[in-house]
């Protein structure tokens, strides 16, 4: 089956360091790779998102690229801020998943917190 | 525009007492809904889908039932809360036709069962 593995912090930087959050994923079909940012107590927002081998899915000077050989969709940011904290998801889905449901497959979340 | 509405906001209720969550969506037709559920510091749950009205897939056995009665309406409801019942609830919808698959999510309803 489909699983998605994100290291689950905490993670905390100072505000202008460079982020990283990893994710790997295993997947049995041709899966599209997305990233959510949830910020406390709201909903989850799409963050970006990437649909085929190489693409690089960009937004709010965050960015992942679509690794097929390494299985892999790691979150960067150069400089991040304060507003930036947040929780992470990564998530795929699977194109060909059954009985038409599209379910998306979620890792645990990645909780990011910049202090000044 | 594609928008995606959820009340209550918040909500306490004691144990033992009914619940219904409500979710619409506006903007598209004939979506495929979801509702989730996330403990405190925890991942997300899938708790059921919906691929057309009537139409209501379970992830979960629980005590926690859900209806579709309109296209862009999703309920979540139980009979008798429990203590564990108690959680972000999030409704999301996927519009039809999506090639890419991505979901999009309500605020949530913050739910404490007493």
């Known amino acids: 089956g489909n699983s998605v593995t994100q290291m689950e912090g905490p993670v905390t930087l100072s505000e202008e360091a460079f982020l990283t959050i990893n994710c790997t994923y295993t997947a049995t079909g041709y899966p599209s790779l997305f990233w959510y940012v949830q910020y406390p107590g709201e909903g989850l927002q799409l963050l970006l998102k990437a649909t085929k081998a190489d693409d690089k899915g960009s937004n709010k000077g965050f960015e992942a690229t679509y690794r097929k050989e390494t299985t892999s969709f790691h979150l960067e940011k150069g400089s991040v801020q304060v507003s930036d904290s947040a929780v992470y998801f990564c998530?795929?889905?699977?194109?060909?998943?059954?009985?038409?449901?599209?379910?998306?497959?979620f890792g645990k979340g990645t909780k990011l917190s910049v202090i000044p | 525009s594609q928008t995606i509405h959820q009340w209550p906001a918040t909500l306490v209720q004691p144990v033992g007492s009914p619940l219904s969550l409500e979710c619409t969506v506006e903007g598209t037709s004939n979506p495929n809904l979801y509702w989730y559920r996330q403990a405190a510091g925890r991942g997300l749950q899938l708790l059921f889908y919906s691929v057309g009205i009537g139409q209501i897939s379970s992830e979960v056995p629980q005590n926690l039932s859900a209806s579709r009665p309109q296209d862009r309406q999703f309920i979540l409801s139980s009979k008798k809360l429990l203590l564990s019942d108690s959680g972000f609830y999030l409704c999301?919808?996927?519009?039809?036709?999506?090639?890419?698959?991505?979901?999009?999510f309500g605020p949530g309803t913050r739910l404490t069962v007493l």
């Open positions: 998530a795929l889905s699977d194109r060909y998943s059954g009985a038409g449901s599209y379910q998306l497959t």
């Open positions: 999301a919808f996927r519009a039809y036709g999506t090639h890419d698959n991505e979901q999009f």
